[in-house]
């Protein structure tokens, strides 16, 4: 793959990893009753979503600046096991709409890999 390429292919999948976490965002904050409900269908307390949003949109500031590589690498551990956690609490989520988030993992992975040679 050529440099220019992988670069293309990065900033796809960036994008589309941003877009997917900031609907996430989104519907927590402006779909407030629907998402408070479905979060407690699967079990989970709702005073959790707001730090999730919060540390959601600090590892997206961490990914898209380039200050720490350090608080990047964090940012990217910190979306790989929420989206790993995700898939498993929708996979036993009696509904069966689990997509988003292994889509989610794939592109958080392509982006972490195409990423890694500018980072170092």
Known sequence: MSDKTR???FWITTGLLTVIVLMFVGNSIFNKEMFTSRFASLGYPTY??????????????????????TLKEW????FFFNFVLAFLAELYAPDGE???????????IISYYLGEKDRN
Do not use: C, E, T
């Open 75 to 78: 940012a990217y551990a910190g």
């Open 48 to 69: 959790l979503i707001y730090p999730m949003v919060g540390a959601k949109i600090l590892g997206l500031v961490a990914i898209w600046s380039n200050k720490s590589k």
């Open 7 to 9: 670069k293309i292919v």
């Open 98 to 108: 689990y997509i988003s988030a292994p889509f989610a993992l794939v592109l958080l």
